[in-house]
């Protein structure tokens, strides 16, 4: 099973900066990953999947990186509404898909 | 725009069969893999498994001991029955559809149902 680790846990960022936020994969899964945000009480909305490509309605401060073992995204400018948990996810090895343990983010 | 609707029991007692029923509407249930994922309360996601139209199924190698999904194409629903629960098995559980015509990623997701497990 590969593992997916998220850092940093917790995120703290002001309004209108840049948000990185960053996800290890334990082996290799070339660029079949996904980013997820889930807002308090909801269930998770599809941001960025193949490592890069932006899901349907999603703005595009949001952006993704990386392949292999390392990605990250990035949101350029941050909005209040961007509060939420982010987790990563890896759809190269399965069963079973593996998701990280998420990266909460904090307006300041 | 499809929408999907997670029903069942809030409430297992340990020991016992957790069912739950996933009703799919705003477009097809033909062609496409539909997925359970569960979330225990504060902590990350973990993959159950999925069930294609045609009845071809994958599970978790951690829960296939346990796990059944099952789909009605003639009611447009997919069911998750998981036997033998414990106290590890409270979650919300959410039924998700992959992206256009592929498993993953994830793009529609019910709004999930709490299943507590508890005697």
């Known amino acids: 099973e590969v593992v997916m680790t998220q850092s940093p846990a917790t995120l703290s960022v002001s309004p209108g900066e840049r948000a990185t936020l960053s996800c290890r994969a334990s082996?290799?899964?070339?660029?079949?990953l996904a980013w997820y945000q889930q807002k308090p009480g909801q269930a998770p909305r599809l941001v960025i999947y193949?490592?890069?490509t932006r899901a349907t309605g999603i703005p595009d401060r949001f952006s993704g990186s990386g392949s292999g073992t390392e990605f990250t995204l990035t949101i350029s400018s941050l909005q209040s509404e961007d509060l939420a948990v982010y987790c990563c996810?890896?759809?190269?090895?399965?069963?079973?898909?593996?998701f990280g343990q998420g990266t909460k983010l904090e307006i300041k | 725009q499809v929408q999907l609707q997670e029903s069942g029991p809030g409430l297992v007692k340990p020991s016992e069969t957790l069912s739950l029923t996933c009703s799919v509407s705003?477009?097809?249930?033909?062609?496409?893999?539909w997925t359970w994922i569960r979330q225990p309360p504060g902590k990350g996601l973990e993959w159950i498994g999925y069930?294609?139209?045609?009845?071809?199924?994958s599970y978790n190698p951690s829960l296939k001991s346990r796990v059944t999904i099952s789909i009605d194409t003639s009611k447009n629903q997919l069911s998750l029955n998981l036997s033998s629960v414990t106290a590890a098995d409270t979650a919300v559980y959410y039924c998700?559809?992959?992206?256009?015509?592929?498993?993953?990623?994830?793009?529609?997701w019910g709004q999930g149902t709490l299943v507590t497990v508890s005697s």
């Open positions: 705003g477009g097809s249930i033909n062609h496409y893999y």
């Open positions: 069930i294609y139209s045609s009845g071809t199924t």
């Open positions: 998700v559809r992959g992206l256009r015509q592929y498993p993953r990623p994830f793009e529609y």
């Open positions: 193949d490592a890069s």
């Open positions: 082996q290799s899964v070339y660029s079949n």
């Open positions: 996810h890896q759809y190269n090895y399965w069963p079973p898909d593996t």
